[in-house]
């Protein structure tokens, strides 16, 4: 089993900043691949961003392309999501998850899920 705490999460006005970070503690999470995942009130849990267990290679929702960041540091067990130039769309509350499968986009092959930290978007 493994647990995912998510933080990092607040109110901001658009245009601004934030990160969010995502840890695993007592937990290595060196050999998966890491996933954020949002979801609006009404919507469904759509896929924002996906790293490799390498950090090498990232892939993003075109919505956040050129926004968003994805990075990890597996010697400290956290992956991060750097969000820039916030729109009021991205209001949302965001996912961490974990899968050891290579379906980055694929919100039902992650296994594990943090509870998710709430992100607002004031325009």
């Known amino acids: 089993q493994v647990q995912l705490v998510e933080s990092g999460g607040g109110w901001v006005q658009a245009g601004g900043s934030l990160r969010l970070s995502c840890e695993a503690p007592?937990?290595?999470?060196?050999?998966?691949?890491m996933g954020w995942f949002r979801q609006a009130p009404g919507k469904e849990r759509e896929f924002v961003a996906a790293?490799?267990?390498?950090?090498?290679?990232?892939y993003y929702a075109d919505s956040v392309k050129g926004r968003f960041t994805i990075s990890r540091t597996n010697h400290k067990n956290t992956v991060y999501l750097q969000m820039k130039s916030l729109k009021p769309e991205d209001t949302a509350v965001y996912y961490c998850?974990?899968?050891?499968?290579?379906?980055?986009?694929?919100?039902?092959?992650?296994?594990?899920w943090g509870q998710g930290t709430q992100v607002t978007v004031s325009s």
């Open positions: 998850a974990a899968q050891r499968d290579l379906y980055y986009t694929d919100r039902f092959r992650y296994d594990y």
């Open positions: 007592g937990r290595t999470v060196s050999s998966y691949v």
């Open positions: 790293i490799t267990w390498s950090g090498v290679r990232q």
